[in-house]
């Protein structure tokens, strides 16, 4: 994937994030983590890596799954694991370390020096419904909304202060 990105013109790097990054400090406007967070051991490193490498008033923007959603709530009543942690290291499963609530992330962002903008869910599972309707599709993006803390993944827009 790296050598079809160079392929069409872009400046990609391959670097391992427990390290520190590649980058001068201020070097990006914006800083998009999906989906990584959960895998980093130390995440107070890797956010500060996060804002140091943002310019001033830059965006990070980070995306990670929800420990405490609805489905996730639902199968801790049943006895069951939620699906944003794994119980073991297995070729076949995300390999999460790290689990989060909505507070969880806002606390980590303020203790390492970002202001959270705005907060959203990515989506909103309805049991036994597919979503694959347009009007479906709209109800779960509206319920996403309205009770992001329920959705299955957590959505942050942060600024560097």
């Known amino acids: 994937q790296l050598k079809e990105a160079e392929e069409r013109g872009l400046d990609v790097k391959k670097h391992d994030l427990t390290k520190k990054w590649p980058y001068k400090e201020g070097s990006f406007d914006i800083v998009l983590a999906s989906e990584i967070i959960e895998h980093v051991f130390d995440t107070d490193f890797f956010l500060l890596e996060c804002k140091r490498v943002l310019k001033e ?6 995306s ?4 405490c ?3 996730g709530r639902i199968r801790c009543l049943l006895g069951k694991r939620p699906p944003a942690i794994d119980c073991r290291a297995k070729h076949y499963t995300p390999g999460h370390i ?3 609530s909505h507070h969880d992330l ?9 202001k959270v903008e705005t907060f959203t869910g990515d ?3 309805l049991p036994f419904i597919s ?10 993006y509206s319920l996403s909304n309205l009770f992001p803390t329920f959705s299955p993944g957590l959505i942050f827009k942060c600024k560097k202060i």
Do not use: H, M
Request: proline residues 5%; hydrophobic residues 40%.
């Open 57 to 62: 008033g830059g965006t990070l923007i980070l």
């Open 64 to 67: 990670t799954p929800n420990i």
């Open 69 to 71: 959603s609805l489905g």
């Open 98 to 100: 790290r689990a989060f």
């Open 106 to 114: 806002k606390t980590l962002f303020i203790e390492n020096g970002l």
């Open 123 to 125: 989506d909103f599972y």
């Open 131 to 140: 979503q694959n309707t347009p009007f479906l599709g709209k109800i779960c």
